[in-house]
């Protein structure tokens, strides 16, 4: 199946929903969020223009429909020139759609879809659709939504790709020249510093979109250019973290339905295609409409991971205290990923994901991502995302070992995030075959394996604790003698970690390759990690 046939799929599976999804009294779909709206509506009048023999619905209705919806979201507009909030829509809808406060996400989300989606359809909107969509674009461009200093960040890639787009649909030279100055400054940038936004999902998406919008659109062929380089980038990018519509590794930020399940895969579906798309589709943001295809060299990259590959890369975080250097390990196969960020950094609301095993999509039911943290949030059974900093790690392929040095202070529990599986319990040990890959979890401390609908969550309840998980493919374990899950489990109950916590918290560990991994953090907090007795180099780490 070609990337045109999977736009397709993704325009008649969200059309489908759309159409099955009763309208509120409203006109609307949802109250939830006004984005949604938007995005179904177009989906839905995409596919009854041109997907309209597939449809299991008529046509011409659906599209009446659709234009409904899309007349009531751009109704919704602050359209009084000297509001604060002048050109943006609100975001939650509550009960009365018409009273809900403006919000400055949803115009810098659908502004430039908006354009992109009034000149694609510009001969196929009715004359009360098109007259509406000129007005509600009129007030975007004046509002000045996107006049913002350039930090090289999701908003501002959706800011430089507004100035452009508006700038060439209102002929405003200023504007679309100050678009293309940012452009280059935040290619410059990427290019110097890496991605400070590394692997932030859904963010990284809206990086993509709103370039490939603005490449799309764009007339002038000196920009397409910039835009294509910058596009490229970010593909490579991509590819250097993907394993079948997974991102393996560290993530800046996550959202509920990326972690500890990648569920965001639509763009990745279109340009990949090597997995299934799952039924739930939580980020329809575009997707069936937007495609620039990867370099070549990006493609071969992320679909044939036939050898395991390490992708090391060096992230500059830039702040008022100055630039930190991060360090971004990641061990790709083509059975699972292993991996993530040696340094923690304060994130927003502690968001960093700092490690995991990915595996990936349809091995297994539920979770796809398998970690322990100390959680910052005290609901970190329901939402798994938020850590604290009181981490110390060691990365080597296939192999994770993770400290929790916790202050007196802190709460004393760690949990872990395993996907489905029949886990076998042993004392300080967990195993289970997933799909083609062994696992075995080892744990300091004594811990209780709970069962939920899908993952199994464990926790472990000490001062002083940590973990070694290790994944092994099953042809690996084959191929080095391990004939199967019984065989693991006697190599694995024989190869235990030696831990400490005399003068110090410890663990060496032989890796399955015969490498020796020693981690210790100091009652003073500093840490040491080693790999054969040598010290982790990070000299190999680039941009």
Not at 78 to 98: C, F, I, K, V
Not at 112 to 133: N, T
Not at 237 to 256: I, M, P, S, V
Not at 276 to 285: C, F, I, K, Q, V
């Amino acid at each position: 199946m070609g990337f045109k046939a999977r736009k397709d799929e993704i325009i008649r599976l969200i059309a489908i929903a759309a159409q099955d999804q009763p309208l509120l009294s409203s006109g609307l779909w949802f109250h939830h969020d006004i984005r949604d709206n938007f995005y179904y509506a177009s989906y839905l009048f995409s596919a009854a223009l041109e997907e309209g023999e597939k449809l299991p619905f008529e046509a011409s209705a659906a599209k009446q429909k659709a234009e409904g919806v899309l007349l009531e979201v751009l109704q919704l507009q602050d359209r009084n020139e000297s509001s604060a909030t002048y050109g943006h829509w609100p975001l939650h809808l509550g009960e009365d759609p018409r009273k809900a406060a403006p919000h400055p996400l949803p115009v810098e989300l659908m502004g430039s879809l908006m354009a992109f989606f009034a000149s694609r359809y510009s001969g196929q909107l009715s004359e009360a659709l098109a007259s509406a969509f000129d007005t509600a674009l009129l007030h975007v461009y004046r509002s000045g939504f996107y006049r913002q200093t350039n930090t090289f960040g999701h908003h501002d890639a959706k800011y430089t790709a507004a100035k452009l787009i508006f700038g060439q649909r209102f002929a405003d030279a200023e504007l679309l020249g100050d678009g293309h100055a940012n452009l280059r400054l935040t290619l410059a940038h990427v290019r110097k510093e890496g991605m400070s936004e590394y692997s932030s999902l859904p963010w990284f998406w809206h990086w993509v979109q709103a370039f490939t919008c603005a490449w799309h659109m764009l007339d002038e062929r000196s920009i397409q250019t910039e835009l294509a380089d910058l596009l490229d980038y970010l593909w490579c990018e991509r590819a250097d973290f993907y394993l079948k519509g997974t991102w393996a590794g560290a993530h800046c930020r996550g959202q509920k339905h990326d972690i500890p399940l990648d569920g965001n895969v639509l763009f990745d579906y279109v340009q990949f295609g090597d997995f299934e798309l799952p039924l739930a589709l939580p980020r329809t943001e575009y997707a069936g409409f937007l495609y620039y295809k990867a370099p070549e060299q990006a493609l071969r990259k992320a679909i044939n991971r036939s050898r395991p590959s390490e992708v090391k890369k060096t992230v500059t975080k830039r702040s008022e205290a100055g630039a930190v250097h991060l360090h971004s390990y990641a061990y790709i196969t083509a059975n699972f990923a292993a991996g993530g960020m040696w340094e923690r950094y304060e994130e927003f609301d502690n968001e960093q994901h700092r490690w995991d095993i990915t595996l990936p999509l349809g091995q297994q039911n539920g979770v796809n991502q398998t970690y322990f943290f100390h959680p910052s949030d005290p609901y970190a059974a329901e939402d798994a995302r938020h850590q604290t900093g009181y981490t110390e790690v060691l990365f080597h392929k296939n192999a994770i070992a993770a400290l929790y040095p916790l202050p007196e202070h802190a709460s004393h529990t760690i949990i872990g995030v395993l996907p489905k599986a029949d886990w076998q319990e042993e004392l300080g040990l967990l195993l289970a075959k997933v799909g083609g890959v062994y696992l075995a979890a080892y744990i300091m401390q004594s811990y209780v394996l709970e069962q939920l609908p899908d993952r199994c969550l464990v926790t472990s309840e000490a001062k002083h604790n940590g973990v070694v998980i290790e994944a092994v493919s099953e042809k690996d374990a084959e191929e080095s003698g391990i004939a199967d899950f019984a065989a693991f489990q006697m190599k694995a109950r024989s190869n235990a970690p030696l831990w400490s916590t005399n003068l110090a918290l410890g663990v060496n560990y032989m890796a399955w390759d015969g490498t020796a991994l020693e981690l210790i953090v100091g009652k003073d907090g500093t840490s040491t990690k080693t790999i054969n007795g040598q010290a982790v180099d990070f000299s190999g780490y680039c941009k």
